[in-house]
T-cell receptor
Framework: GQSLEQPSEVTAVEGAIVQINCTYQ??????LSWYQQHDGGAPTFLSY????GLEETGRFSSFLSRSDSYGYLLLQELQMKDSASYFC??????????FGAGTQVVVTP | NAGVTQTPKFQVLKTGQSMTLQCAQD?????MSWYRQDPGMGLRLIHY???????DQGEVPNGYNVSRSTTEDFPLRLLSAAPSQTSVYFC???????????FGPGTRLTVL
């Protein structure tokens, strides 16, 4: 089976850095991805890691350690518009996705 | 490109009714998935497809059927609606299993 764990909520001030951790258990692991979802909207893709290491996309970075079954999403220079839910998702080699329960990020002035 | 489209946007059903949620994509993606999202929760996979004619079950397939006769379309059928199926339904597509998933705008379904 598959399972993912991520924190339920993180609060930070504008300009700060936030790290959202994700640990997973899955068979046939293929990759770890991250999605952002604003209230009432559809999820949008942020980042994807298939190999160990750091991927950087602007203010957002994502990290994967396959040996530790662990990854994180790093949000830098937080802005008010970054207030949203963030989901990690694992893909297996058959193309099946599983999402975590999500982390609510609250950015305060 | 329209991306991923879903119809209808909103739907109210009575218990026992059946209906089909439509999903279409114009990006020639092989992979398509259906998810449901309950308030304050993550997305749970209902069914997915890795190409025309190929479908498989996700975490919560009971009460739902799918078929994939073309690359573009992936309809989700509710066989006999139950209040427990009240949720927001998202369809998504991707080029491959490791690639970015593009989501449709969602269908908000209420079953009375």
């Amino acid at each position: 089976g598959q399972s993912l764990e991520q924190p339920s909520e993180v609060t930070a001030v504008e300009g700060a850095i936030v790290q959202i951790n994700c640990t997973y258990q899955t068979s046939g692991f293929y990759g770890l991805s991250w999605y952002q979802q604003h209230d009432g909207g559809a999820p949008t893709f942020l980042s994807y890691n298939a190999l160990d290491g750091l991927e950087e996309t602007g203010r957002f970075s994502s990290f994967l350690s396959r040996s530790d079954s662990y990854g994180y999403l790093l949000l830098q220079e937080l802005q008010m518009k970054d207030s949203a839910s963030y989901f990690c998702a694992v893909t297996d080699s058959w193309g099946k996705f599983q999402f975590g329960a999500g982390t609510q990020v609250v950015v305060t002035p | 490109n329209a991306g991923v489209t879903q119809t209808p946007k909103f739907q109210v059903l009575k218990t026992g009714q059946s209906m089909t949620l439509q999903c279409a994509q114009d990006m020639n993606h092989e992979y398509m998935s259906w998810y449901r999202q309950d308030p304050g929760m993550g997305l749970r996979l209902i069914h997915y497809s890795v190409g025309a004619g190929i479908t498989d079950q996700g975490e919560v397939p009971n009460g739902y059927n799918v078929s994939r006769s073309t690359t573009e379309d992936f309809p989700l059928r509710l066989l006999s609606a139950a209040p427990s199926q009240t949720s927001v339904y998202f369809c998504a597509s991707s080029y491959g299993q490791g690639n970015e998933q593009f989501f449709g705008p969602g269908t908000r379904l209420t079953v009375l």
